[in-house]
């Protein structure tokens, strides 16, 4: 794929090195499914549905990066991850940008052959707008979104993939690379709205690809995940997160400046629904429609979001 950010059009990818390959010893846990994508797509309340299946194990860290990042503790401690799955159950991960950072679907394939691969994909326009004000709210982003998305693909930042809000929408390019290394009948993709609107009937079809039984688990409705929180007034959020960042560490008075801006900071928080604008939303076609063509193509079907 491009390098990141190489065009308007460019699919993320992380800068920095990947860690070199790694290959689990056939006498050491590991996972029979990963769940590689996307981020903000609804991979939380998709894990915490699978992990209230009795015949599903999935560690308490959702995220590892056992496969995009070299601190995340070798070979070993990756399978003591799952060292205490029961006998039997099906032992699985989530880490969402495992789909969009480079070599890292070859890197899965070569270290747990025969794994099944889960996508979960939501509307771009939507993923993308609520990829920006999780920016906002970690006090990592002041622009306006659309200055942020006019800006993507100039961002030579080395960590730039941390701000592809459009780039981590595009899904048709990680999703081809995923079907091409690990082979269609061992990649399943369902999407957010239909597991929202359907979470059993989802559910169960996710189930029968990871070879379990649905017969007797039953769930009403999905586990809200990670709603939206946005700054009542982001100036003053903004200027009370980077004092509490310069202070962490520090001692004395100091650290009491630290606390006093970490719950200005918290207290001026607010969870509520920020619906993508209309003018935003009328750029969907000249953002993410070449990669929705060919996503369709891919999966043979049509999109939740088509209009």
């Not at 990066?65 to 601190?71: A, E, G, L, W």
């Not at 394939?109 to 509307?123: E, M, N, Q, T």
């Not at 609107?197 to 070879?211: H, K, R, S, T």
């Not at 982001?234 to 650290?255: E, H, I, N, Q």
Request: glycine share 8%; hydrophobic share 40%.
């Amino acid at each position: 794929m491009d390098q990141p950010h190489a065009s308007p059009d460019a699919t993320p990818e992380a800068a920095r090195p990947s860690p070199p390959p790694s290959a689990c010893h056939a006498d050491q846990a590991r996972p029979d499914f990963v769940c590689v994508g996307g981020m903000r797509c609804g991979s939380t309340t998709l894990w915490r549905m699978l992990r209230a299946h009795p015949g599903v194990f999935l560690p308490d860290r959702k995220e590892l990066h056992h496969f995009d990042r070299d601190d995340a503790g070798g070979d070993a401690g990756y399978a003591a991850w799952f060292a205490d799955a029961p006998a039997g159950a099906v032992r699985g991960e989530f880490t969402p940008s495992y789909m969009t950072r480079d070599g890292v679907p070859e890197r899965i394939a070569a270290a747990l052959p025969g794994v099944k691969i889960l996508i979960i994909l939501r509307d771009p326009m939507e993923r993308a707008w609520s990829h920006y004000w999780y920016r906002v709210r970690q006090g990592a982003e002041r622009r306006s979104f659309l200055r942020a998305v006019r800006e993507e693909p100039r961002d030579r930042r080395p960590d730039a993939w941390r701000w592809a809000y459009c780039g981590w929408s595009r899904y048709a390019d990680p999703v081809a690379r995923c079907l091409d290394v690990f082979g269609a009948d061992r990649v399943r993709v369902v999407f957010c709205e239909e597991l929202l609107a359907d979470p059993a009937g989802v559910l169960d079809g996710i189930l029968g690809f990871l070879g379990l039984d649905a017969a007797g688990f039953t769930v009403e409705r999905a586990p809200e995940s990670n709603a939206m929180v946005t700054p009542r007034l982001r100036t003053l959020f903004w200027m009370t997160k980077r004092v509490d960042k310069a202070m962490r560490g520090r001692g004395g008075p100091a650290r009491l400046v630290q606390r006093a801006c970490f719950r200005a900071s918290s207290m001026n928080l607010r969870q509520r629904r920020m619906p993508v604008p209309d003018a935003v939303r009328a750029r969907h076609a000249e953002w993410f429609g070449r990669s929705d063509t060919r996503l369709r193509e891919l999966l043979g079907r049509t999109l939740p979001w088509d209009r």
